[in-house]
């Protein structure tokens, strides 16, 4: 696991509260945590949709499964944040190999703002 000092650090703080899963555990692995997909999760969280904000990162795949979630808990758009993922060649907007339509992953991300993507044709 990366990061895992910090993830242990977490565990020590009354004001983060994280949950860990993986998709599954092989019998002659060791996992404390859940098993399954991250959506498994999302329904287990209480949160206030309007004073709580969602960092998307991981394989694409995963996205349209994670938003989808969060919306049914009323998560505002722009309160979703996400990591587009492209392969990238001379990062600075030059090549055109990370262009999603009008978008260029690596000059005007990774980083985006779910509001201002999810109608980009391709993106998600
Ligand atoms: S990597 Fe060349 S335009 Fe983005």
Known sequence: MLFSEEVASWSQRDDIEHKLT???????????????????????????PVKTYAVVCGPPVMYKYVIQELKKRN????????????????????????????????????????ADI???PEAL
């Open 22 to 48: 993986v998709d599954k555990c092989p019998e002659s692995e060791f996992w404390e945590g859940n098993i399954g997909v991250i959506t498994t999760l999302i329904p287990e969280v209480d949160f206030d």
């Open 75 to 114: 998560l505002p758009d722009d309160h979703i944040t996400i990591s587009l993922e492209r392969r990238m060649r001379c990062g600075e907007g030059k090549c055109g190999h990370c262009q999603i339509n009008q978008i260029y992953v690596c000059k005007d991300g990774p980083v985006f703002n779910y």
């Open 118 to 120: 999810k109608d980009v």
